[in-house]
């Protein structure tokens, strides 16, 4: 039920440009992305809620292909700020008694962006 | 303002104490959730209350026992913990939606947890 990211980690020197795959074998409702700083908790960076939507801000943007249950995070002309571990996330939808969705979440990219 | 925030910061405990875990929002969040992560490991869902009612126990060990004061507060009381319960603990919360997607979660700063 865990998605699988790729790649595991990645070391990019200032201004590389980045890919960051998210894949799972259960249909996806959604796709939020989160990136961790060390010691610190997970930031919320976007969402994606329609197979082919795209969002982006700044110069980290996603995609979502609903039919091959895969989302790619895409960073560009990156930055020593954008350091740190990548998740995705899948919403599991709760039909029953009241509950909320619960989020599950990927395996995690570990970006080191070096100047 | 999405802050969720979280005390104490850092907890160590014996074995055979009895501690707690704070977590409050004032965003009007219906949804709180418990989180662990373990170092370089995904968060893992522990519990989420939805409504102040707890919905979802991801099969924890009694020895974790979440409480919701109300709908701002979560607790997460704490007993006879094992040196391998040491971990980050983070709480979240998100406006609850059921049944369908698109209930964005936001995060704590989290309570860093050492059992001795």
């Known amino acids: 039920q865990q998605p699988v990211q790729s790649p595991q980690a990645v070391i990019l020197r200032e201004g590389e440009d980045a890919v960051i795959n998210c894949s799972s074998s259960?249909?996806?409702?959604?796709v939020h992305w989160y990136r961790q700083k060390h010691g610190e908790a997970p930031v919320f960076l976007m969402i994606?809620?329609?197979?082919?939507e795209q969002k982006g801000h700044d110069k980290i943007s996603a995609s979502f292909n609903e039919k091959k249950q895969q989302s790619s995070l895409y960073l560009t002309a990156s930055q020593l700020s954008y350091s740190g571990t990548y998740f995705c996330g899948t919403e599991v939808i709760m039909n029953y008694g009241g509950a909320t969705n619960k989020l599950i979440f990927g395996t995690g990219t570990l970006l080191a962006v070096q100047p | 303002d999405t802050e969720v925030t979280q005390t104490p910061k850092h907890l160590v405990m014996g074995m055979t104490n009895k501690k707690s875990l704070k977590c409050e929002q004032h965003?009007?969040?219906?949804?709180m959730y418990w989180y662990k992560q373990k170092a370089k490991k995904p968060p893992e869902l522990m519990f989420v209350y939805s409504y102040e009612k707890l919905s979802i126990n991801e099969s924890v060990p009694s020895r974790f026992s979440p409480e919701c004061p109300n709908s701002s507060l979560l607790n997460l009381h704490l007993h006879a913990l094992q040196p391998e319960d040491s971990a980050l603990y983070l709480c979240?919360?998100?406006?609850?939606?059921?049944?369908?997607?698109?209930?964005?979660?936001?995060f704590g700063e989290g309570s860093w947890l050492t059992v001795v």
């Open positions: 979240a919360s998100s406006q609850g939606r059921q049944g369908k997607a698109g209930n964005t979660i936001y």
């Open positions: 965003m009007g969040h219906r949804a």
């Open positions: 259960k249909a996806l409702y959604s």
């Open positions: 994606l809620l329609k197979g082919g």
